[in-house]
Every structure is written in structure tokens, then in C-alpha cells.
């Protein structure tokens, strides 16, 4: 570099150029920065990773998958959503009823359903407890409640929803279910059905297809048992595996026509006679089964003294009791039912008898009145729930109460040739989401009555509706015939007597009622709240209606003054008119802010359409007045003819045979008979 540099400079010098910036050391400099970077980029190009190999890295590297745990139902049984004869919980129109919230038949319901909150401050929501260990069945000390408060279209679909139940009970251990069936009149058309729809039940669950191994009969997974109860409690299979024996036993029930049902001494008596399945081993620290009661009626029990005896066996032994029963109606004990004679040989007319189905609240909470012409009692509605006394057993077992009705989807009002036969006539039905937030108190007769004594509102609606179911209120009279004057004043007379009766009825039931009126803005339970609004209102306006009927009889003493001067015949008609005083006029008034009040806070339930009712009749009376013209006199005979008709010719001579076949051709009427006690 030396050499070069010196050749340049004598260069030159000798050849008289001058020297440039690029003369002397500068561009060795550059040609050294340019090859250093150069070597420097290079380097760092081999020895440092690529960002394209990272990105490359980056795309191929995918993320883990959790594998999520199969919560469904297995594919061999599963509900149906469609509204089809399979099998499935929406069978027949399907189940709606609720859901046991019981820990012991499973920690994790595979059936989700939701439970609305409301507003019920005596209301015993017992929520289930998260456990670690799976024998929670046995180790649980919290009281275990059913859930209630819904309805099933058909007992086929009730049945299907207890197929959940069993499988349930079987996933946990091995299970015995003793089908109860009701021996009433009513139910034997209905128990062929309810066997067909039970071997389907079976067949779903596997059971008749494994019959035949000898696996099964072996471990025997599912034991059924089969009990009848009418007036007496009839054991009528053993517990079996073997399907066929079951299907006997149900078609040996005999029909019982004695009308006495004790299905609590029945469920108390299966109870103890299973109780050995429910004792835990020492050995294995666990029961040998799970017993399940699966009770099949259409009434309410004439044993009600049995039913805390029988709840609190079940409850010591962890017995569930499942119910496929009726309706109770609003606020009564009776209600009609509908026969017709399953023998074709007899007249096949429907026919009518009452049948205990209610009431679905311990005491009575409703009043009862009748007046002007108007029978509420005539045809019942809907309560939205069962019996007292049988929801209760299946509330307190961890159960389920199914309320079944064949007419439940009907729209509009239900008439009695729409009624299906069997079946209970009910006028209307609710919705079972709004009626559960109005459900009763289902507990002991002693806390029943506590609850009642907190809040004075209660306790007068209580003892109103006790007066007013002991003392029947009688129509009064609105005809009246006008033949003279002295005949007229006489059956105003005896229409004020009984006015005079029914009027003191009417202010006791008012005076009672007032004394919880105080305590009434205290009330947040709505079923109490719309049980004491309708009340109320109710009696304020037939206190109205009755003495404004007393002033409208005394108005007639002193004369009314008829458009036509023939009028004969006077009826007093229901008008919006009251005219018995301006103190009247404010109870009219109140008594429509009261039933309004029911109409708006409780649309969609049974007191809203009795408050509507009572709202649509006018409170007050007016005289109306016509002339109805006498019946003309009778036709006198007319005289004997002199030339009477002459007899008619003879009879020709046919023979027996034809005479007796022109008989055959007109069949004689089916023989009619009464149908038994129900």
C-alpha cells in the first residue's frame, strides 16, 4: 500500500497534475468501511435466526383443543320434541310438569330447566347442595323438597318423564319402582292405556330386550313391583324383572266400586314393606336400591289422616313419591266428571258424577257466594295445581305431583260435549308458568296456621272463606206478577224476608274481611294478595247489590209508576243505577277498585277471571215492567155429530212370523244404568 501511494505522488510530481480529495488516504478508507459491512451483514445473516423461519414456526404451531365431557342423554333414550306417539317427555302433547330439585336422585340434572324467582316470603325453595362425594343420596341433611307447579296434557307423557326418573335413579344404583294403581271406575278404560304406554317405558330403557340374557337376570338392574288400592291396599306383583308378570298384574286390578281411595295408607304400606332396600350395608356402606313410588289416581284421597304418617316414613327411608293424578279445581272439593258406559251393550249417553279432585290449598281460601242468578260453583276452573294433600306427599318425598287433563291445550271456554270422557269438567285452564308463582303452602296444618296468624289479611281471608262455605247464600227473588195490588205487596213481603236473611250473611262475611284490611299494604305474597283483593271486592259489591235490592222492594211497597197501564209483571234487572244512597254509591266504588286491582296485579289466573266476572255485573237493580196478555180460555168441545164416523175397517189376518220381524227392524233403546261411585 506503501508502494502505491509512492508511485502516485512521483507520478505526480513529474507529471505536473495537482492533487484531488481522493489523493492521499480516503478511498482506502471506503473501499475498507464498504468490505467490513459487508462482511459484518454476512455474518450476522448466518448466525442469527430468520424472521421468515419464525413466522413459519408460528403458522404451523396450532392450538390445543380441550376435548369437552358428552353431557347428553345416551342415543337409547332420549326425549322427543315433536308432538308424536313416540316416546319422549312431549309425548301426547307431551309433560310439562316440574322438575324434582331431589339430591338424591342426581347431583347434575341432564334435564336443565329454570326456576323463576318471585315473591313469596313463606314460599320453601330448597336448593340442591354441591357435593364432592357421589353417595350424597346418603350423607345429604338437607331437606329435600319436589318441585310444583305444572301440568301435563296426557298421562302418557307423565309416564315418559318418569322414564327420565328411573334412568336417573339407575345410573346412581339399582332401583325398584312399584307402580300404585287407583281401582276406581274412572281409571279402568284409562289403565289399558297407561300399561301399553308402561312397556314402552321399558322397552326404552332396555329392559324387555335384556330379559332374555342371563346377565341381567343375574345383577337384575330394574325390579318392578305392582300394588292396587281402592278400599282396601292389594299387593299384586312381587318385585321382578320379568316384564310379562308386570303387564299381568296390572290387568288382574280389579275395579272397586266401594268409592273409597286410601292411597295414603297404600303408599305408607309399600313403603314399609321396601324399607329393606333402603338400608345402608356395612359392608358396602350403601343401601342395596333406590325405591321409587309411582302412584297412578284421579282423586284426592279419602285418607287424609294417613298423609303425615306415610310423608314422614318416606322421608326417613329417602323414598321419592311420583303422582299422575288431576287437577284440583279453584277453591272446591267436588267437581263432575264425565262417564260414559265402556260396555257398548248399554246407552253410551254421557252421564255426570262428582268426584273429590280438590281443594289444592289446605284451608279454603276463597269465599263462596251466590246471588243474582249466578252459580260461580256451577262449573269449576283450573287452581293451577293438584290436591292439597298429594302434592303435598310428593312436594315432602322429593317428587313430582303431574296434573293431568286431556282438555289443558283447549282454547276458549271448555263445554261439557267437549269434555273428554273420564275427565273432570273444567271451564278454563292457566298457564303453569304464571300459577306457579301463586303456589299454596304446602306444610303441616300447625305452620299452615302460624303463617296465617302473622298477617291479619290471612287470617280474615281464612275465616271468610270458612263462613262462607258454611253458610250457602240463597238467590233472591226477581219476579214478580202483579194479578192485584193486595197479591202484589204479599210477595214483596216475602221477597224482604229473605233479604233479611241473607243481608246479616253478607255483613258478617264484609265485617270479618274489614278487620284484615289494615294489614292488607303488608302483604307481598301474591297468592295472599290476590285471594283477600277478590274477597274484598266481592263482597263489597253483593253488599251493594243487597241492600240496594232491600231500598228497590220498598220502592215497589209505595208504587211504581208502569209505561203501560196493563203492565202485570215487574223484575227487578241488574243496572249500574245504585240507588240505595250516596254511602252505597262509595262502597260501589270501592268494591270495583278492589276487583280492578285483581284484573291488573293478576292477569292470567283464576281470581283475575272471577274479579272480571264480578266487574261485567252491573252493582245495582232497576225495575222493569211489561204486560204479558192472559192465556186465552180453552176451546169447548164440539157437539156430537149425528152421523158419528163409522168404525174402521178390520184388522187384515198377517201372520206371526211377518208381524214379528216388522218388530225386529225397529232395535229397542240400550238399556241405561247409573254409573258407579267414582
Known amino acids: 500500500m506503501q508502494m502505491i501511494r509512492s508511485f502516485r505522488r512521483w507520478w505526480q510530481v513529474n507529471s505536473g497534475q495537482q492533487e484531488t480529495p481522493f489523493d492521499g488516504d480516503a478511498p482506502y478508507w471506503v473501499v475498507s468501511l464498504v468490505f467490513h459491512s459487508g462482511l459484518l451483514c454476512a455474518l450476522t445473516l448466518v448466525f442469527l435466526p430468520q424472521t421468515k423461519i419464525i413466522r413459519e414456526l408460528s403458522l404451523l404451531t396450532e392450538p390445543e383443543v380441550e376435548e369437552e365431557e358428552d353431557l347428553s342423554i345416551p342415543q337409547e333414550f332420549h326425549f322427543s320434541q315433536e308432538f308424536k306417539d313416540d316416546i319422549g317427555a312431549q309425548s301426547e302433547d307431551g309433560d310439562e310438569m316440574a322438575l324434582s330439585q331431589d339430591i338424591i336422585v342426581a347431583q347434575d340434572s341432564l334435564v336443565k330447566m329454570p326456576l323463576d324467582s318471585f315473591e313469596n316470603e313463606n314460599a320453601e325453595l330448597w336448593q340442591n347442595d354441591v357435593r364432592d362425594d357421589p353417595k350424597s343420596f346418603e350423607l345429604a341433611t338437607t331437606p329435600i323438597k319436589g318441585f310444583v307447579g305444572e301440568s301435563s296434557t296426557g298421562a302418557e307423557g307423565a309416564i315418559d318423564r318418569i322414564t327420565h326418573e328411573i334412568l336417573v335413579q339407575m345410573q346412581e344404583r339399582k332401583t325398584l319402582v312399584v307402580w300404585v294403581f287407583d281401582q276406581s271406575a274412572s281409571l279402568t278404560v284409562q289403565r289399558s292405556a297407561i300399561k301399553e304406554r308402561i312397556e314402552r317405558v321399558y322397552e326404552e330403557l332396555g329392559v324387555i330386550e335384556a330379559s332374555g340374557e342371563e346377565a341381567f337376570h343375574k345383577e337384575q338392574p330394574l325390579l318392578t313391583s305392582v300394588y292396587a288400592f281402592g278400599n282396601q291396599v292389594i299387593p299384586m306383583q312381587e318385585p ?162 303431574f296434573a293431568v287433563h286431556p282438555n289443558r291445550n283447549f282454547n276458549g271456554r271448555l263445554k261439557n260435549r267437549n269434555v273428554a270422557a273420564y275427565s273432570s269438567h273444567m271451564a278454563r285452564f292457566f298457564d303453569s308458568e304464571v300459577m306457579r308463582k301463586y303456589r299454596p303452602d304446602y306444610t303441616t296444618l300447625e305452620t299452615y296456621w302460624n303463617r296465617v296468624r302473622s298477617n291479619s289479611a290471612r287470617a280474615a281471608l281464612v275465616q271468610a272463606a270458612q263462613q262462607s262455605w258454611v253458610s250457602q247464600m240463597k238467590e233472591p227473588q226477581l219476579y214478580f206478577e202483579k194479578k192485584d195490588e193486595a197479591a202484589f205487596v204479599q210477595a214483596i213481603n216475602l221477597a224482604q224476608r229473605s233479604a233479611a236473611v241473607l243481608s246479616p250473611q253478607v255483613n258478617l262475611i264484609y265485617e270479618i274481611l274489614k278487620k284484615g284490611e289494615a294489614d292488607r299494604p303488608e302483604e307481598i305474597n301474591l297468592r295472599w294478595q290476590a285471594g283477600y283483593d277478590l274477597a274484598m271486592g266481592r263482597v263489597m259489591a253483593v253488599k251493594v247489590r243487597t241492600d240496594a235490592y232491600n231500598v228497590m222492594l220498598a220502592q215497589a211497597k209505595t208504587g211504581l209508576k208502569p209505561v203501560d197501564p196493563r203492565t202485570n209483571i215487574w223484575e227487578l234487572v241488574p243496572s249500574n243505577k245504585v240507588t240505595a244512597g250516596s254511602r252505597m254509591s262509595k262502597f260501589a266504588e270501592k268494591a270495583r277498585e278492589y276487583l280492578q286491582r285483581v284484573v291488573n296485579n293478576h292477569s292470567d289466573t283464576p281470581w283475575a277471571l272471577m274479579a272480571q266476572r264480578e266487574l261485567d255485573t252491573p252493582i245495582g237493580w232497576e225495575w222493569v215492567g211489561r204486560y204479558d196478555p192472559p192465556p186465552p180460555p180453552p176451546k169447548p168441545r164440539p157437539a156430537a155429530k149425528a152421523n158419528p164416523t163409522p168404525p174402521p175397517p178390520p184388522r187384515p189376518n198377517i201372520p206371526r212370523a211377518a208381524r214379528n220381524e216388522a218388530k225386529k227392524m225397529l232395535a229397542p233403546p240400550k238399556k241405561r244404568r247409573p254409573p258407579p261411585k267414582l
Open 240 to 401: 321382578t324383572a320379568d316384564f310379562s308378570k308386570i303387564t299381568d298384574a296390572i290387568d288382574r286390578v280389579e275395579r272397586d266400586d266401594t268409592g273409597i281411595e286410601r292411597v295414603f295408607t297404600a303408599v305408607g304400606t309399600v313403603a314399609k314393606k321396601f324399607q329393606g332396600y333402603r338400608r345402608v350395608r356395612r359392608s358396602t356402606k350403601e343401601p342395596d336400591r333406590n325405591v321409587m313410588v309411582v302412584v297412578i289416581t284421579d282423586e284426592a284421597g279419602d285418607d287424609v289422616d294417613a298423609m303425615d304418617s306415610a310423608i314422614k316414613f318416606c322421608r326417613s327411608v329417602k323414598i321419592p313419591v311420583y303422582v299422575i293424578g288431576v287437577p284440583a279445581p279453584f277453591g272446591r272439593k267436588a267437581t263432575p266428571v264425565k262417564w260414559i258406559d265402556p260396555d257398548p251393550e248399554y246407552d253410551q249417553t254421557p252421564q255426570w258424577s262428582y268426584v273429590n279432585q280438590g281443594p289444592e290449598s289446605l284451608m279454603p281460601e276463597r269465599i263462596k257466594l251466590h246471588f243474582a242468578g249466578q252459580n260461580e260453583d256451577s262449573v269449576p276452573v283450573d287452581s293451577g295445581f293438584g290436591p292439597f294433600a298429594l302434592t303435598r306427599l310428593c312436594y315432602e318425598t322429593g317428587g313430582i305431583y
